[in-house]
């Protein structure tokens, strides 16, 4: 059995206690977090090099990042990590193990610059395109800031023309799910109007569970079918976003251990720092897009 889980942890640093704690009960075989808002030297001692786990931060202090975190029982030869050409923020990171690729994605959420948001979402759909074409199986997991229907916005947070909801975006998630990708937290519980992910900080909203559902585990076929369950740990935590897992009815084929794993390389970031959770309820400004 995999088990796969994504977590956008808003602030890695902030959650310092709860993740180890929630590592060692869980010890999924595959974690892929989001909005480390930290570098990978900033990543706090306590899981920044895990024995059990290969582990791989992508990030820069005070906004964005992606971790990925692979246990090295059920994947003893060390994974080889990349990036997309088109990753910039330090908002993606892929590693490949098993003959799967398991991506970590946090995408742009676009208030400030909604244009930049679509064209991560137009190559991130180009990217899965290519890597079903060719015949990869691929779990593309994480933020993805798009909420799919709109359901999936609590009905009294649903406003016209909100950022996360536009048609634009919607179509290119369902364009990614059209490549052959599988919305499992839907699949699993299709007929649940409450099914959210994330969860404004401020008046209880988690605890009435009046959010959005932004985060999602995304298998390619050949997975998706070996899928048993996924669901939202929406009771867990201090983020703002509530840890989704997946379990598939698949072990990896036998490799041989490898050597440890190097130090990472310090990762340019190409984009001017912008903000990581930026408000939801903002209306899409005139001129983004």
């Not at 900033?42 to 964005?64: A, I, L, M, Q």
């Not at 916005?153 to 364009?175: C, F, M, S, W, Y």
């Not at 990896?252 to 440890?260: F, H, K």
């Not at 310090?266 to 400004?285: C, E, I, M, Y």
Request: charged share 25%; with cysteine.
């Amino acid at each position: 059995m995999l088990t796969v889980t994504t977590w956008n942890v808003n602030g890695i640093r902030a959650r310092k206690e709860e993740l180890p704690l929630w590592l060692e009960r869980e010890r999924p075989d595959v974690l892929c977090l989001q909005e480390l808002k930290a570098s990978p030297e900033n990543v706090p001692e306590t899981f920044s090099c895990h024995p059990d786990y290969w582990c791989y931060w992508h990030g820069h202090k005070r906004y964005s990042g992606v971790g990925l975190l692979l246990s090295k029982a059920t994947f003893p030869a060390r994974p080889t990590f990349a990036h997309p050409e088109f990753d910039h923020e330090t908002r993606i990171v892929v590693a490949t193990a098993g003959g799967v690729s398991f991506a970590s994605v946090y995408v742009p959420n676009g208030g400030k610059d909604f244009p930049a948001k679509m064209r991560f979402l137009e190559a991130m759909s180009a990217f899965v395109a290519r890597a079903v074409a060719a015949g990869e199986t691929l779990v593309l997991c994480g933020d993805l800031n798009v909420a799919r229907e709109p359901r999936d916005v609590h009905p009294t947070l649903q406003k016209p023309n909100l950022i996360g909801t536009t048609p634009d975006e919607r179509a290119l998630l369902e364009g990614m799910l059209r490549h052959g990708l599988s919305d499992l937290l839907r699949k699993f519980d299709p007929d649940n109007d409450q099914l959210f992910t994330w969860w404004a900080p401020w008046r209880n909203m988690r605890q009435k569970n009046i959010g959005w559902r932004l985060d999602y585990v995304l298998p390619s076929a050949p997975l998706a079918a070996l899928a048993r369950t996924c669901r939202v740990d929406r009771e867990f935590g201090t983020s703002d976003h509530g840890p989704v897992t997946a379990t598939f009815d698949w072990t990896p084929p036998p490799a041989a251990p490898s050597e440890p794993e190097p130090e990472p390389e310090p990762v340019k970031v190409t984009s001017p720092p912008a903000t990581g959770q930026l408000d939801l309820f903002a209306p899409r400004k005139p001129g983004l897009g």
